[in-house]
Every structure is written in structure tokens, then in C-alpha cells.
């Protein structure tokens, strides 16, 4: 069965921390890996990695693919209160018409002043 | 933001009644998902379109039906609403299959 699974469920950290999110995954067909933020409204993309070992980057957020290990990382440096957030990580595999997404349950990050 | 509206943003009913939630897109985009979220599931896709008429089941698409007449517009039906079906609805589109979906703001769906 296709699974993603995220750790840890939950995190809180004060403002300026670096936190590591993971997220593992088996899927047959896999294409890509997606990174979601979710506030209190829907999901906003942050990152698709499609390929191994290369480190997408966006301001403070980073996140890096291995597919020999099938797992993904999202790092935020110097937190603030504003990334908290769901962040949800999502597999894309080939399944007939389209590209469909399997999601993991998310790790909810909670930033303190 | 892409360009997606859902309609309504939170409805209350009963079970046993037709529900009609509906996605519209101004971007053109040809691929159409509707998910539900629920606490300890994470999103799950319920049916999606890749073109108008043309509709396929996702992972949980038992008690629902879609219907696509046109590019913009992506109708979710839950014939006879039951009390499981309580939950968050997105909608999401992609310009491409394996492109990167985007999601609209949300339904707020709850059967009493």
C-alpha cells in the first residue's frame, strides 16, 4: 500500500530556531515530492523535488530529495512566528490520466516569540 | 494566488440531502481534484478531471459523484449526505499532469 509518512506530529520551537522536518515514503510509480505550508485555509506550495540530492531553496525554507532512501527533508532556519503551520509533504506517482498526490498527515509547527 | 473559488465556503445539512459543492478556475487549466481533509487522514482524493467530460475516481470516491461541462468548472455531489461525510473540501487544479496542483480556499462541509 502507498504510504508517506511524516515526523515528527508536531513541534514547537522558539523564534529563531532551525527545524528539520521529515517525511518518508513508499509509492509505486513515484514522480516527485511536494511541499505544502497550510495555514488556517488551503495548502500553499512551497517546493517540488523530482530529483536526488539537489537542494531546492527559498529564502529561509530548504528541502532536499533522496530516492535511494525514499525520504525528503524541509529545514527552516531562523523560525518566526509567521511559519507557523501545517507543512505537508506529498508524493506524486503516475496513476492512469494524471499525476495523483498521496499526502502525509502533516507536522504541525508551532513558532513562540 | 492561481485563480480557484469554491462555493459555498461552509454549509450545514442534513443527512439524507443532495449537496453541491462547486470549483471555479480563471486560469484554464485543464486538470481538476477534489480532495476532503480530515483530522488523522491527511487529504485524500476523492475524484478528479483531466478535461471536460472527463472524470475519474481517487482514493475515496464511494457516496460522491463529479461532473465537468466546462473548462472553468468542477462539480462535487454528494447524492445523500451522511454524517461521515462531515469533513474540508478542496478543490485543486494542475496546468499539466505532472504539474504542481494548486488548491482553492476550501469548503467547510458539515452533515447533522
Known amino acids: 500500500e502507498d504510504k508517506v509518512v511524516q515526523s515528527p506530529l508536531s513541534l514547537v520551537v522558539h523564534e529563531g530556531d532551525t527545524v528539520t522536518l521529515n517525511c518518508s515514503y513508499e509509492v509505486t510509480n513515484f514522480r516527485s515530492l511536494l511541499w505544502y505550508k497550510q495555514e488556517k485555509k488551503a495548502p500553499t506550495f512551497l517546493f517540488m523535488l523530482?530529483?536526488?540530492?539537489i537542494e531546492k531553496k527559498s529564502g529561509r525554507l530548504s528541502s532536499i530529495l533522496d530516492k535511494k532512501e525514499l525520504f525528503s527533508i524541509l529545514n527552516i532556519t531562523a523560525t518566526q512566528t509567521g511559519d507557523s503551520a501545517i507543512y505537508l509533504c506529498a508524493s506524486s506517482f503516475y496513476g492512469g490520466a494524471t499525476n495523483k498526490l498521496i499526502f502525509g498527515t502533516g507536522t504541525l509547527l508551532a513558532v513562540q516569540p | 494566488d492561481a485563480g480557484i473559488t469554491q462555493s459555498p465556503r461552509h454549509k450545514v445539512t442534513e443527512t439524507g440531502t443532495p449537496v453541491t459543492l462547486r470549483c471555479h478556475q480563471t486560469?484554464?487549466?485543464?486538470?481538476m481534484y477534489w480532495y476532503r481533509q480530515d483530522p488523522g487522514h491527511g487529504l485524500r482524493l476523492i475524484h478528479y478531471?483531466?478535461?471536460?467530460?472527463?472524470?475519474d475516481k481517487g482514493e475515496v470516491s464511494d457516496g460522491y459523484s463529479v461532473s465537468r461541462s466546462k473548462t472553468e468548472d468542477f462539480l462535487l455531489t454528494l447524492e445523500s449526505a451522511t454524517s461521515s461525510q462531515t469533513s474540508v473540501y478542496f478543490c485543486a487544479i494542475s496546468e499539466a499532469a505532472t504539474d504542481t496542483q494548486y488548491f482553492g480556499p476550501g469548503t467547510r462541509l458539515t452533515v447533522l
Open positions: 486560469e484554464n487549466h485543464r486538470y
Open positions: 523530482t530529483s536526488s540530492g
Open positions: 478531471s483531466y478535461g471536460v467530460k472527463d472524470t
